[in-house]
């Protein structure tokens, strides 16, 4: 989206076609069965914006300046073959665990992933605690082609509060009692407007499920960056303003 407003702003974006494939079953998902409105918010966008999309899609190979890609049904039968021509390719593969600790059984899942429970703590291993992207968490939903469930930012610093507490209480002889509450705050810039959610919790069935667009969450994403790079260099991870404005808004780090 930030290229497309780029190529825009430069007087470019006619000489350059651009589809989005994705796994995903709908413009939208997300990878979390949808966020609000998110499908046709999305799709407005990209129609607007003049950018094509394919869904349930698996890449099966890149040549130089070619992408196949096999588009599926609802059944996940091969539905349509496409060979996309392209000058630029942006590809994010999937994700997998950390080699390290792939295969070590009870402790990661067959991709590599962390197992763990609502403590943030592996099962069979109690000394091992797991944040962030390491984490194995199911999809949310079976799709036609597989698609994981993301990790974003405030998700993870919900995780990493439960963890600190629950090792605090481990090195007291104590059991782990945090929960994290795995809440989800984003901003998606967009160069010009963005896409903002919040969805308390992430993983459905949700408490809230909102989704907006427009011009405001691209000046509040810049705001952000540059607060949030502020908090860092001062070592202050979560300021009192911080808090009593996301308290307020009912986004809580850890469950009661």
Known sequence: ??????LRRRRLRDKVPMTFVTTEPYIGHLGLGGVGDSKGLLESVLRERHIKWICNARTTRVEPGKVF????????????????????????????????????????????????????????????????????????????VPTGAPKTGYMIESMVTAVAHNIRSALDGREPSKRATWNAVCLADFGDRGVAFVALPQIPPRNVNWFSEGKWVHLSKVAFEKYFLRKMRAGTSEPLFERMVFKALGIMKLKA
């Open 1 to 6: 989206m930030i290229m497309d407003t780029d």
């Open 69 to 144: 890609v096999t588009e599926h049904d609802e059944e996940g039968r091969p539905k349509k073959d496409h060979e996309l021509p392209f000058q630029y390719l942006m590809m994010l593969p999937a994700f997998k665990g950390v080699d390290a600790v792939a295969g070590v059984e009870g402790l990661s899942n067959p991709r590599g992933f962390i197992l763990i429970d609502e403590h943030q703590r592996n099962p069979r291993f109690h000394s091992v605690f797991a944040v962030g992207v390491c984490v194995a968490i199911p999809p949310v939903e079976a799709t036609p």
